[in-house]
């Protein structure tokens, strides 16, 4: 497998503190698995809905109060930030790791329309994802 043009960005063990808000948890399942979860119970739904509302609020309210101009995602457990500045993704991904130790995923990563954004995940436990913010923040005002 060929590798990554962005693994210049992902450093190896991506540092020992760095709190990771830009990949997201992997899930398979088989088809089985799938139909199952469709015709369970969806009881549960409401409360996984507003738990992503809230991270997804968190990061939107977080990144606008620093000069952003986001419209919160209505339906994504992402959340596409646009870089500052004309950055590269790949930049922009660097600086938050540098300046805060916080991984976010380069746009570009995800095809030419993803350049000039980062994607912040938002499966990340909510003390992580408070503590990613409050880096960034930090990190941004620098």
Not at 17 to 35: F, I, T
Not at 94 to 120: C, F, K, M, N, Q
């Amino acid at each position: 497998m060929a590798e990554s043009p962005l693994s210049a960005t992902w450093r190896p063990a991506v540092r020992e503190k760095a709190v990771l808000v830009g990949v997201g948890r992997r899930a398979e399942a088989s088809g089985l698995d799938e139909l199952a979860a469709l015709d369970g119970p969806q009881d549960h739904l409401d409360r996984l809905r507003s738990i992503y509302q809230k991270r997804r609020d968190l990061v939107a309210g977080t990144l606008n109060r620093l000069g952003w101009d986001l419209e919160p995602p209505l339906g994504s457990i992402y959340v596409w930030v646009p870089t500052p500045n004309g950055e590269t993704s790949a930049d922009f991904a660097e600086l938050l790791l540098d300046r805060a130790g916080v991984v976010v995923a380069p746009g570009r990563g995800y095809g030419s329309e993803g350049e000039g954004h980062v994607r912040v995940s938002l499966t990340v436990d909510d003390p992580l994802l408070e503590e990613a913010m409050d880096r960034i923040a930090g990190a941004v005002r620098a």
